[in-house]
């Protein structure tokens, strides 16, 4: 039913940017929120940003002031800016939704395929 297509990972040098995308389409009633986790080699996916529908955000700590999320509610679109890359953001981003397919449907969750981001000089 509901896909996420996500865009714009890369390779950056550090101290570089980047802006990931992430839309979802399908069959979707309501989303309630859209963010995005990563996972380094060898490590746990952990999450990095996340905004809900009427705009409440949250953020890892590694990633506060540098990364900012925000989301395009008519297209069902949410975006990462990451400014000031270091190399320990190196990592797949993956999005996330959280959404209702119908009224009264209750919520689902849908996982993005993910994008690597790598830092390096």
């Known amino acids: 039913q509901v896909q996420l297509v996500e865009s714009g990972g890369g390779l950056v040098q550090p101290g570089g940017s980047l802006r990931l995308s992430c839309a979802a389409s399908?069959?979707?009633?309501?989303?309630?929120?859209m963010g995005w986790y990563r996972q380094a080699p060898g490590k746990q996916r952990e999450l990095v940003a996340v905004i809900t529908n009427i705009g409440r955000t949250n953020y890892a700590d590694s990633v506060k002031g540098r990364f900012t999320i925000s989301r395009d509610n008519a297209k069902n679109t949410v975006y990462l800016q990451m400014d000031s890359l270091k190399p320990e953001d190196t990592a797949v981003y993956y999005c996330?939704?959280?959404?209702?397919?119908?009224?009264?449907?209750?919520?689902?969750?849908?996982w993005g395929q993910g994008t690597l981001v790598t830092v390096s000089s």
């Open positions: 399908g069959s979707i009633f309501s989303i309630y929120a």
């Open positions: 996330n939704t959280n959404y209702s397919p119908r009224l009264d449907g209750g919520y689902l969750e849908v």
